[in-house]
């Protein structure tokens, strides 16, 4: 039946929480790009959840944007904010796990790249020191084989390397008191796969805490500690890139390392010579791109 006078309104349903979620998620289903649109409509979903899963408050919203903005402003060339907020949430840890983990491999396990890494470190000779600022460190020799899965050596490997000094400090973190390649190299493994380096302990040490990110660390009431450790990138062709730390036996925070970085495997002794220094053996074991031959 045909009716005369006003058209009729399209029938607008009442604006639900639920019915809102489904309006945005409705509105992203046209993203061309298919994993753009998963990994959007899964963000919306997983967003809304949080805020009504906790109620979010208008004051507690805003407190977050400004949190946020104020990680974004902390960062530059050579400071991190977000990467920090992801390790100290623990999610740059997950994305490893996401990506790297294989109980069936007997690869080096990776760990998180950390806030603090340099490119185009120095390039160094075999078993040469990247010490290049004396703060009383106790001298190490880290040194082992680089290798694939069968044993075989891997020569040519290049091995990235980069540590805090005795002070706790990175050298980036120190413009004018660290010469800026104090303590990071990148070495080559030998004909036979070896490598050695010769460095000084790292030590524990503190996060940065002048940030938001510290500040939520303390308001949570976690300590911003992080376990003793040597960080290393090791490539070679037909090779899966490995981004790892060697962590030193006798450090404090190894089970409560504040961006979850610790792997058991990865705890290394670090062992005293009569002469005084100290030797650290560890074999960083690659997997080949194309899985193991045979
Ligand atoms: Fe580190």
New binding site residues.
């Given amino acids: 039946m045909l009716v005369t006078g006003e058209p009729p309104q399209p029938s607008t349903p009442p604006l639900t929480e639920e019915a809102l979620t489904d309006e945005v998620i409705a509105r992203v289903q046209a993203t061309p790009d298919a994993r753009l649109r998963e990994v959007m409509i899964a963000l919306v979903r997983h967003l809304h959840a949080f805020a009504k899963q906790v109620r979010l408050t208008e004051a507690e919203w805003l407190a977050g944007i400004r949190f946020l903005t104020e990680t974004g402003r902390m960062c530059d060339d050579t400071r991190q904010e977000f990467v920090l907020l992801s390790d100290t949430l623990g999610l740059s840890s997950l994305i490893d796990l996401i990506n790297h983990a294989d109980a069936s491999s007997t690869a080096t396990e990776p760990t998180i790249l950390?806030p603090?890494y340099v490119p185009d470190s120095p390039e160094r000779e075999y078993g040469a020191s990247m010490v290049e600022f004396d703060d009383g460190g106790e001298p190490v020799v880290l040194h082992g084989t680089v290798r694939d899965e069968e044993g075989t050596p891997v020569p040519g490997a290049v091995l990235d390397l980069w540590?805090?000094a005795a002070n706790g400090s990175?050298a980036v973190q120190q413009p004018g008191v660290q010469p800026a390649t104090n303590l990071r190299g990148r070495y080559r493994a030998d004909d036979a796969g070896r490598y050695e380096v010769r460095t000084v302990r790292p030590v524990p040490?503190s996060i940065p805490a002048d940030g938001p990110v510290g500040r939520l660390v303390a308001d949570t009431g976690r300590h911003p500690w992080?376990a003793a450790?040597i960080?290393a990138k090791v490539t070679a062709p037909g090779f899966d890139a490995l981004t790892t730390?060697v962590f030193d036996r006798e450090s404090a925070y190894l089970d409560s390392d504040t961006v979850f970085g610790v792997k058991q495997s990865l705890i290394k002794d670090f062992v005293a010579q009569a002469d005084g220094t100290l030797r650290c053996e560890h074999d960083f074991v690659l997997r080949r791109l194309d899985g193991p031959p045979g």
């Fill in positions: 950390g603090f540590q805090n990175y040490y992080r450790h960080h730390h």
